[in-house]
Nanobody
Framework: QVRLVESGGGLAQPGGSLRLSCYAS????????MGWYRRLPGKEREVVAR???????EYADSVKGRFTISRDDAKNTVDLQMNSLKPEDTGVYYC????????????????WGQGTQVIVSS
């Protein structure tokens, strides 16, 4: 059974940094796209950043130049380095895997982590 486990959220001051990590546990053969989403207070969940199996990345306009997504396929992890944090980055951040192939060559879709809280405040 595949699970996504997130870590690294917490409190940061404006202008500070946090690093989120997500580990996909289970018997995984390959993962297509890994990403980070967030739900800001009073808003719908939105994409923050995604990275494909080929290393192509995309970012929300609001985080471009401040956040960096990276993945390690040997470890089945995806990280989000968040710099120059702003109070409007405060929210719950979720790790996502859109599609994976398990050890039995079965294709499975749409996995989510439990969410990790990020608070940016002085």
């Amino acid at each position: 059974q595949v699970r996504l486990v997130e870590s690294g959220g917490g409190l940061a001051q404006p202008g500070g940094s946090l690093r989120l990590s997500c580990y996909a546990s289970g018997n995984i053969f390959s993962i297509r796209t890994m990403g980070w989403y967030r739900r800001l207070p009073g808003k719908e969940r939105e994409v923050v950043a995604r990275v494909t199996e080929l290393g192509a990345t995309e970012y929300a306009d609001s985080v471009k130049g401040r956040f960096t997504i990276s993945r390690d396929d040997a470890k089945n992890t995806v990280d989000l380095q968040m710099n120059s944090l702003k109070p409007e980055d405060t929210g719950v951040y979720y790790c996502n895997v859109d599609r994976l192939v398990d050890e039995y060559q079965e294709v499975e879709y749409d996995f989510w982590g439990q969410g990790t809280q990020v608070i940016v405040s002085s």
